[in-house]
């Protein structure tokens, strides 16, 4: 493994145990997670590390991540894409054209909550 290498992944592990402290029914950012972890600008590399949240042991609940006005713009990664909204619904969260309704309250910030 290169150097490189260990580095994302140590990344990714970071990202991914953020990511598994989102409570059911709430929803975080990549820009939270980012800013939590103290790389406020490298909101496109926890995007890059939830990518591979499908293959993390324990499970990550990618679902619970989105983009900063609560845009699914991780639905692709998931089979079939309408999988995150019907997973964020199960959880009780409305979603409507691929956007978190009432997202400011359902929010979950890390910095605070941490």
């Known amino acids: 493994m290169t150097e490189r290498s260990k580095m994302d992944t140590n990344f990714y592990e970071q990202v991914f145990e953020v990511a598994r402290l989102v409570p059911k029914g709430r929803v975080t950012s990549y820009g939270a997670i980012a800013k939590a972890l103290g790389v406020a600008n490298s909101s496109r590399m926890v995007g890059h590390a939830m990518a591979y949240a499908g293959q993390?042991?324990?499970?990550?609940?990618?679902?619970?991540?989105?983009?900063?006005?609560?845009?699914?713009?991780?639905?692709?990664?998931?089979?079939?894409?309408?999988?995150?909204q019907?997973?964020?619904?199960?959880?009780?969260?409305?979603?409507?054209?691929?956007?978190?309704?009432?997202?400011?309250?359902?929010?979950?910030?890390?910095?605070?909550?941490?």
Do not use: C, Y
């Not at 993390?56 to 894409?81: D, E």
């Not at 409305?94 to 979950?108: E, L, P, R």
């Open 56 to 84: 993390a042991s324990p499970q990550v609940p990618a679902h619970r991540i989105v983009n900063g006005s609560g845009l699914l713009t991780g639905r692709f990664h998931f089979s079939p894409p309408t999988l995150m």
């Open 86 to 114: 019907e997973l964020l619904e199960k959880e009780g969260i409305t979603v409507a054209n691929d956007k978190i309704k009432n997202f400011k309250q359902v929010f979950w910030d890390p910095l605070q909550e941490l």
